[in-house]
């Protein structure tokens, strides 16, 4: 029980100290504690997780990829690959979401399209003049995203379970994270939004993370 919960502790500690770093503006030492923060999530699903999902973990390396070309930034071609592996770590969700979440609804999903379709379109109207050459690469990561989240609300409106709360409520939270970042990056062209965007990857992945820990141990305790 300590093995598995330990991992989760040492992510949380790691969080919320990146998270006073950052916003202390101490981006020496940022820099060691950041790199830390998937990986040790990455553990906390390896030690819990009775599947070892080869999708879960290529997210985790792009993921991972991502967040490393983000944090050592020194062009806009590492922002441009850093948003693609974070498209990748997309695809591979929408890949593995359809292995647990089959069928359709149209009333709800047309709810869940209106959501992230509106919130797609005003975040975009506010900032894409701002994107320069990182337009197209904005609007397809928003459309993939937006892809999957408006799916994920269909299936918690159409039936509510804790693991599609968890997975809405941490994609949700990770697209905050990717506005704040945009603004940050395109807007204000400095580190306006601070200490609340490791906050929002940590525990927006983590809610993500938890959902698919928790259909894991459900299918293997069918199975069993």
Known sequence: MILKISPLILFLVITFLDSYLVGSGQELYQKFIEPLITPTLFIYYWVNSPEKSTSLITVFLFLWTGDLLLLFET????????????FVVQIFLILHFFKYFKGYSLREHLLGVLLYGSYLVVFLNHVYISLDDMRIHGVVYGLTLSFLGSFTIMWLLKQY??????????????????VLITYNKRYFEEEFFTFPVPLLHAIGFLLIVQSFLLLEQKRFSSSG
């Open 75 to 86: 062009s806009d071609l590492h922002l441009k690959w850093s948003v693609f592996c974070y």
């Open 161 to 178: 379970t804790k693991p599609i709360a968890l997975l809405t409520s941490g994609l949700f939270i990770f697209s905050i994270r990717d």
